[in-house]
């Protein structure tokens, strides 16, 4: 009896070993295929972006069984990539970044490192900025200026600057002018004063894209003189100017006044510059006053020249002496 016994408390407890072990090594199976799940990125390695760039990733677990999975994106540094909950990454600027991806019910993650490069800029060879060159044209008057620029495309108006030096002071005080065109004439100038000019040019928006240099013109104005002439004539003479003086000029212009303030007519057109008289054969009755300036022809158009102080045709036989009218 007590060997049977025996034996089936034997068989007993050698089934229940048996069932230990295979309960262990199920735990263990379940255990080595919880361990085989991962998490995949679609994207491996580093990511290259450019600045303003965007891009999305997606996320999955591999998994022996069908579990539920919820991803959650999160980035290292949100001001050089930002991603949002679909998976979406925006580059902000310049500089490096890792972008993780968690499953929350299993815990897994991945990551991928995010590279931003500024934005690629193509080295495009442009034309320089606008220039203003600022010319003389005439110098024997100091009153026309014009000037050149490129890109002209770009050029809405000028600003002309003019001014000169007052006594006991060595600032230049400057007067404007704007003006769409590539010329000007400044008048009513005095003789023998000095006369700085620049132009400055402005784009569409108003804002000033180019200035010239400075020009320094020194204004002349012919010297005029009226002496009588057999038959009762006015003769008209005025002084030529010197070699450097003339250069540019084309003739001289003689004007006539019943009144020394009067409105001044065109009497005679002298196209050289050589002759510096002009008799006056029918001039009216009374005394007349006369007044000269210098032109050049540039194409279809005349330049002009200061106008002289006027003259009277009483003073005769001598140079003038000049009037303060214009």
């Given at each position: ?186 008048k009513h100038l005095q ?120 003259v009277a045709s009483d ?12």
């Amino acid at each position: 009896m007590w060997r049977k016994g025996t034996m089936s408390g034997i068989r007993v407890l050698l089934l229940a070993v048996l069932i230990v072990d295979l309960l262990i090594a199920g735990s263990s199976q379940a255990a080595s295929g919880a361990d085989a799940a991962s998490l995949h990125i679609s994207e491996e390695g580093e990511i290259f972006l450019t600045s303003g760039e965007k891009k999305t990733l997606s996320a999955s677990v591999d998994s022996a069984s069908d579990v539920q999975t919820k991803i959650v994106w999160t980035t290292s540094n949100e001001s050089i990539v930002q991603i949002n909950e679909q998976g979406e990454m925006t580059a902000n600027k310049k500089g490096t970044a890792t972008v993780q991806a968690k499953e929350i019910y299993s815990g897994l993650t991945g990551s991928v490192t995010v590279v931003v490069k500024p934005e690629k800029i193509e080295c495009v060879q442009r034309p320089v900025n606008p220039s203003v060159t600022l010319k003389k044209e005439t110098d024997f008057a100091g009153t026309y200026l014009d000037w050149s620029c490129y890109r002209e495309e770009d050029i809405s108006y000028f600003i002309v600057f003019f001014g000169y030096k007052p006594e006991k002071r060595s600032k230049v005080i400057y007067e404007t002018v704007k003006t769409t065109k590539f010329s000007c004439a400044h008048k009513h100038l005095q003789k023998g004063r000095k006369y700085y000019y620049y132009v400055s040019a402005f784009n569409h928006e108003g804002k000033k894209i180019a200035t010239s240099s400075k020009l320094a013109i020194r204004a002349t104005e012919p010297n005029i003189g009226v002496q009588r002439a057999n038959g009762g004539y006015n003769e008209i003479v005025w002084k030529r100017q010197d070699k450097k003086r003339i250069r540019g000029i084309s003739g001289y212009r003689i004007y006539r006044s019943k009144r020394a303030d009067g409105t001044y007519k065109c009497v005679k057109q002298i196209n050289s510059p050589k002759k510096i008289s002009w008799i006056d054969k029918k001039p009216p009755y009374g005394t007349c006053y006369y007044k000269v300036r210098a032109f050049k022809k540039k194409g279809k158009k005349r330049i002009y020249g200061v106008m002289s102080k006027f003259v009277a045709s009483d003073d005769y036989y001598s140079m003038a002496k000049m009037g303060t009218g214009r």
